[in-house]
């Protein structure tokens, strides 16, 4: 079966230290890949994206990601923490089946950032 | 450019009332979605529209029914509401296409509680 698992419900860093959230897929053909952020009381936001192309891609607000096939993960990096960084985060992915494509979310990973 | 619209933004209903959550896109996008989002499980699909005219069951949809009233529009009823259904909604909205890499645009979210 097709899933999406993110390692870790909480995760605690001091502002400026490295940023690492993990997500693992299972799937036998590479799918397409999101990160996205939720803010306190706000809906998603996207972050970044891999479909095609280089592995290595670059979001909003100095995120970024690499997708490793071989490793069937998508990790969340960000070298150095900021406050504003504190928020809940979901990698999320789309498989491809027959008939209509879904987003399958991940359980969500929350980064507390401490000064 | 409002992207996708929730209303209500919070309600508390009683065992047994029913009430319809409203969602609206002006993206044009011809696929919509109804997620619930609960503590240490991520976002489920309750149900999705594919396009215009069709709705089909994501992975929880008892309690729940759809309408996909026009492009814009895909409101979401519970007709008998249970505790079980107190979560936080949100609509999102979004390109299909086969092998779209497109990303979903979320609503704000509907906090619900069920007393």
């Known amino acids: 079966a097709q899933s999406v698992t993110q390692l870790g419900s909480h995760v605690s860093v001091s502002e400026g230290a490295l940023v690492l959230l993990r997500c693992n897929y299972s799937?036998?053909?590479?799918?397409?890949l999101f990160w996205y952020v939720q803010y306190p009381n706000q809906g998603l936001q996207l972050l970044l994206k891999?479909?095609?192309?280089?592995?290595l891609v670059k979001g909003i607000n100095g995120f970024e990601a690499e997708f490793k096939k071989s490793e069937t993960s998508f990790h969340l990096t960000k070298p150095s923490a900021h406050m504003s960084d504190a928020a809940e985060y979901f990698c999320a992915v789309k498989f491809w089946n027959t008939g209509f494509q879904k987003l399958v979310f991940g359980t969500g990973t929350r980064l507390l950032v401490s000064p | 450019n409002a992207g996708v619209t929730q209303t209500p933004k919070f309600q508390v209903l009683k065992t047994g009332q029913s009430m319809t959550l409203q969602c609206a896109q002006d993206?044009?996008?011809?696929?919509m979605y109804w997620y619930r989002q609960d503590p240490g499980m991520g976002l489920r699909l309750i149900y999705y529209?594919?396009?215009?005219?069709?709705?089909d069951k994501g992975e929880v949809p008892n309690g729940y029914n759809v309408s996909r009233l026009n492009k814009r529009e895909f409101s979401l009823r519970l007709e008998s509401a249970a505790p079980s259904q107190t979560s936080v909604y949100f609509c999102?909205?979004?390109?299909?296409?086969?092998?779209?890499?497109?990303?979903?645009?979320f609503g704000s979210g509907t906090r619900l509680t069920v007393v």
């Open positions: 993206m044009n996008h011809n696929s």
């Open positions: 999102a909205s979004s390109e299909p296409g086969v092998r779209s890499d497109y990303g979903y645009t």
């Open positions: 891999y479909t095609t192309g280089a592995t």
């Open positions: 529209s594919a396009s215009e005219g069709t709705t």
């Open positions: 799937s036998s053909v590479p799918p397409y």
